[in-house]
């Protein structure tokens, strides 16, 4: 009986070393993907800040692009506003300039009259 005692030991001890053996091996595998999940959870942390900083720099750039628009606005508001000013002017400088030639032509027309009369009634 001493012999089947032995090999029941045997048997259980063995049990319990390829139980304990593999208890190891799935806390180490554990352990290991802990530290696995808590490096995904770092780079996501830091994937998170990054996202945010771009998403704070594309929202200033938005904001900045807004104000310069607003310029860009003014600017040719501005320049409409000269060009306007600019034909007006050169309307009014063609109406100005036909108007004195008209006067210079029918004053040219009323002294070659004149001379024309005044020496029909010479001669």
Known sequence: ??????DHICI????????????????ARADY??????EMNHNMELMNN????VLNSFNDLKLESKGDD????????TIET???TQEETTRENHNRLTLILSVVA???TIVTIL?????????
Do not use: C, P, W
Request: zero cysteines; proline letters at 0%.
């Open 82 to 84: 000269k060009l306007e």
């Open 70 to 77: 607003a310029n860009l606005e003014l600017r040719l508001k």
């Open 12 to 27: 259980k001890d063995n049990t319990i070393q390829n139980i304990s053996r593999k208890t190891a091996e799935l806390e």
């Open 106 to 108: 029918v004053g040219l």
């Open 33 to 38: 993907k802990d530290k696995r999940i808590d």
């Open 115 to 123: 001379i024309n009369v005044y020496f029909n009634l010479m001669h």
């Open 1 to 6: 009986m001493a012999a089947k005692q032995t």
């Open 50 to 53: 990054k996202l945010d900083q």
